[in-house]
C-alpha cells in the first residue's frame, strides 16, 4: 500500500503565500509523475501542476502559471507546491496524487493511480 500525506494548508489572505508538501510513503513504487490537483465547492476536481520524476519538467494550468511552483526531493518521495500571490478563487481542497504509468496526459486525474487525503487551502478577501 502507498500512502500519501499533505502538509501545510491553512488561511490566509489574499495576496499572501502557502506552501504545501506530500509525502509518499509505503511500498516500493516507481512514481512516474507527482501531481497537485485542487477542488472547490460544487466544483470538479482539477488539474493544477505536475512534475516528472526523472527530469524534473514541470506542467502547470493556466490560471496558476507565475504564481505556483511545483518541485521534488526524490530522496524523500516529497512534492513541493509553493503558491505566491494568492486569490480567493484558490481556495479549495489540493490534493497530491501520484502516477506511476505513462499515459496519454498528466492532467487528468483518471490517469494516476494513489491520493493524498486532501488539504484545505483558504484565501480570504
Known amino acids: 500500500q502507498v500512502q500519501l500525506v499533505e502538509s501545510g494548508g491553512g488561511l490566509v489572505q489574499a495576496g499572501g503565500s502557502l506552501s504545501l508538501s506530500c509525502a509518499a510513503s509505503?511500498?516500493?513504487?516507481?512514481?512516474?509523475?507527482m501531481g497537485w490537483f485542487r477542488q472547490a465547492p460544487g466544483k470538479e476536481r482539477e488539474f493544477v501542476a505536475v512534475i516528472s520524476w526523472s527530469a524534473g519538467t514541470t506542467s502547470y494550468t493556466d490560471s496558476v502559471k507565475g504564481r505556483f511552483t511545483i518541485s521534488r526531493d526524490n530522496a524523500k518521495n516529497t512534492v513541493y507546491l509553493q503558491m505566491n500571490s494568492l486569490k480567493p478563487e484558490d481556495t479549495a481542497v489540493y490534493y497530491c496524487?501520484?502516477?506511476?504509468?505513462?499515459?496519454?496526459?498528466?492532467?487528468?486525474?483518471?490517469?494516476?493511480?494513489?491520493w493524498g487525503q486532501g488539504i484545505q487551502v483558504t484565501v480570504s478577501s
Open positions: 496524487a501520484v502516477r506511476t504509468r505513462f499515459g496519454a496526459t498528466d492532467t487528468s486525474r483518471y490517469e494516476y493511480n494513489y
Open positions: 509505503g511500498r516500493a513504487i516507481s512514481i512516474y509523475r
